[in-house]
């Protein structure tokens, strides 16, 4: 997979900016589940899997971030 750094509208390459909208989802949705979770409203999960959904959206988020900031990083290097 090649990655890129231009507009996504112009390229059908995945683009850090597609990274950063990525990591900006799994944030909003943990947030969002996050104030169910507190709640005690698991919807169709059980608490356990609402857990388990909460942990791996967390680790998402940070793995899309930390690749977004690398690439981030890698572009301003080269110039």
């Known amino acids: 997979m090649e990655v890129t750094n231009e507009q ?9 900016g597609d990274l950063g909208v990525a990591a900006w989802a799994c944030s909003e949705l943990f947030n969002f589940m996050l104030e169910g979770y507190e709640q005690e409203d698991y919807g169709e999960m059980t608490k356990e899997q609402m857990e388990e959904a909460l942990n ?7 793995k899309f971030d930390a690749l977004a900031s690398a690439l981030s990083e890698q572009e301003s290097t080269n110039e």
Request: glycine residues 0%; positive net charge.
């Open 56 to 62: 791996s959206l967390r680790a998402s988020f940070v």
């Open 8 to 16: 996504s509208t112009e390229v059908p390459r995945l683009t850090v």
